[in-house]
Structures are given as structure tokens and as C-alpha cells.
């Protein structure tokens, strides 16, 4: 199974993530809750076009999703509001006062 990086791009981007600048040889793309920075990022090869089962079961884990969880947040079946509820139930980032 594989996952255009494009698309993941596009879809983490609708989901609360931003580019967090080029280190090196990779993208980064930082979630933010209620426009504040979290420590959650994941992140790819510049010249990566295609994500396969092993780097999206990385990603996945850098997020702090599953597998089949990561997928759903790319293919859009989770939004936003559900996955900072995940990160917050999970205990992963807390709610801003």
C-alpha cells in the first residue's frame, strides 16, 4: 500500500499541520492546536514521491496514530477536531487555557 506524498501533504495540511521548514534532506510538518505549535511532527525525503507501508507505519508512529489510523487521517475520514481529540485523550498535547 502506498500514499502519493503530495496528497499526504495536502491532507496534513487540512488536518492542523504546517511546513516546519526544510532540515537538511527533509520536509517537516508540524501539527498545531488552536494555532499553537505541539511537539508532534512527522516528517519525509525532499525528493520522496511516493510513501510505502514501511514510512507510513513511521510517520504514523511520529504523529502518534496507528497504521490504519494515519490512513484515515490522509484519506479523510478523520478531521481535524477528531485527531487533537485523540492527541488530547492520548495525553500526547494538552489543551491551551
Known sequence: ???KIRVIQSSLS?????????KSHHVYFRF?????????????????DEAGD??????AKQVKLDRS???ELVDCGMDYERYAQ???????????D
Open 1 to 3: 500500500m502506498t500514499r
Open 14 to 22: 487540512k488536518k492542523g499541520f504546517q511546513p516546519d521548514g526544510s
Open 32 to 48: 498545531f492546536l488552536n494555532g499553537l505549535r505541539t511537539d508532534i511532527y512527522t516528517y519525509f525525503s525532499h525528493g520522496a
Open 54 to 59: 514501511w514510512l507510513l507505519k513511521q510517520m
Open 69 to 71: 489510523q494515519f490512513l
Open 86 to 96: 485523540l492527541l488530547l485523550e492520548g495525553g500526547h498535547v494538552r489543551q491551551s
